[in-house]
Structures are given as structure tokens and as C-alpha cells.
């Protein structure tokens, strides 16, 4: 059974549409939750963190927002794309207090 | 400013042989490097990590070398096959409290049957 979910698993967008994309996880009490954005054929880059519901950390500015509604979810969203925002959306969690984090399937998104 | 540099951007190695990975960093605060292996169209999937006390970490055909005096790691892929081929990523975690991760630009391997 998938620990960690995202969708949708795709999107295609206009430039100024808004957009949400979701992480769930299943399984795992009180994950540390991890938002990265990753370009075509590039690194990856954190986005935002969260050690617990209601609470987000944001590391780099994007003209993006974070919210953990749920011990479980985590949702990424913004009211007004650009196409700097087109690329790969990956989702991570990890356990208090352990150093590994682990990569959900990603969404793929397209900003036309 | 790139705190973490892999080379080469590329690699091709003939099935059987040894592929050889490399990585770099700046910051001395990084404590823990995970490599990651990334397939097409995939999420990335932890391969082998090392924490900064240890200089050498095994796992199976895996292997990581580190050396802290030089801040350069490297990972080994012993007799590589077709299935290796990927995209590998070496990140470092610094003690910023946020258990953040700072990815390289990835190395990009392909093993020839």
C-alpha cells in the first residue's frame, strides 16, 4: 500500500488560474511534511515545511502557499499561476527526529 | 549559490563495470548526505546516506566515500547494470533546524548492456 499520495497527478494551466496540489499520508503519526519543486531536468528545491497541523515554514518565495489542515495532508496552492510555476511537485515526509525523507510520486504541471 | 556540485553531468559505463559519482559541498554545517536515485517521470527514492562521522558507508553495490577534511563524497556503483540507469542526486542536510535539504544539479548515469 502507497504510504504517500499527491494529486492530481498531472495539470495543465492557464498563466493567472489558481491552483491546489495534495500530499496525503497514510500510516505515519505526525510526519514532518516537505513541499519541493523540481524544473524539467533540474534539482530540486524545498519549498516549504511543516512539523505539525496548522504550522508552515515557508524557505523560498514563489508566489506560493503551504497549509497542513490535517496531521496528514498538506496542500500547495496559489490564486494566480505564472510560468515559472510549470515543473514537478514532490511532496516528502520523514519522522520526527529522523534524518531520512521520502518522496511521494510527484504532479506534474504545465503553465501555458 | 551552489552549496552542493555533483559531477559529471553525465556518465556512461558498460554493464559490469564501476560507476563513479561525485559530490561537493561548501558548508561545513552540513552533518548528513543522502543519495538519491530518480527515474523518468518519478518521485526521487532514497538509495544510501552517510552522516558526517563516518567516512565510508556500504550497502550491497553501493557504496558512499567521505571526506570531511575536503568536503567531497562520492558514491560507487559496483558492477553496474542497465536497471542503474538514472538520474542520481547527492543532498546534504545542514543543522538549520528545518531538516532542509540542498540537492546537487544530479548526475544523469547510463549503463550499456
Known amino acids: 500500500a502507497q504510504t504517500i499520495h499527491q494529486w492530481p497527478v498531472a495539470e495543465i494551466k492557464a498563466v493567472g488560474s489558481p491552483l491546489s496540489l495534495g500530499c496525503t499520508i497514510k500510516?505515519?503519526?505526525?510526519?514532518?511534511l516537505y513541499w519541493y519543486w523540481q524544473a524539467t531536468g533540474g534539482t530540486l528545491q524545498q519549498l516549504f515545511y511543516?512539523?505539525?497541523?496548522?504550522?508552515v515554514e515557508s524557505v523560498v518565495q514563489l508566489n506560493l502557499s503551504a497549509s497542513r489542515p490535517k496531521d496528514d495532508q498538506f496542500i500547495l496552492s496559489t490564486e494566480k499561476l505564472l510560468l515559472s510555476h510549470s515543473g514537478f511537485y514532490l511532496c516528502?515526509?520523514?519522522?520526527?527526529?529522523?534524518?531520512?525523507?521520502?518522496f511521494g510520486p510527484g504532479t506534474r504541471l504545465l503553465v501555458l | 549559490q551552489q552549496q552542493v556540485r555533483q559531477s559529471p553531468q553525465s556518465l556512461t559505463v558498460w554493464e559490469g563495470e564501476t560507476a563513479i559519482l561525485n559530490c561537493s559541498y561548501e558548508?561545513?554545517?552540513?552533518?548528513?548526505f543522502p543519495w538519491y536515485q530518480q527515474f523518468p517521470g518519478e518521485g526521487p527514492a532514497l538509495l544510501i546516506a552517510?552522516?558526517?562521522?563516518?567516512d565510508k558507508k556500504e550497502d550491497g553495490r553501493f557504496t558512499i566515500f567521505f571526506n570531511k577534511r575536503e568536503k567531497k563524497l562520492s558514491l560507487h556503483i559496483t558492477d553496474s547494470q542497465p536497471g542503474d540507469s538514472a538520474t542520481y542526486f547527492c543532498?546534504?542536510?545542514?543543522?538549520?533546524?528545518?531538516?532542509?535539504?540542498?540537492f546537487g544539479q544530479g548526475t544523469v548515469l547510463s549503463v550499456i548492456p
Open positions: 511543516s512539523i505539525t497541523v496548522g504550522q
Open positions: 558548508n561545513s554545517a552540513f552533518d548528513y
Open positions: 543532498a546534504a542536510r545542514g543543522g538549520g533546524g528545518n531538516n532542509k535539504l540542498t
Open positions: 552517510i552522516r558526517s562521522v563516518s
Open positions: 500510516g505515519k503519526s505526525s510526519p514532518n
Open positions: 516528502a515526509w520523514s519522522l520526527a527526529g529522523e534524518d531520512t525523507q521520502y
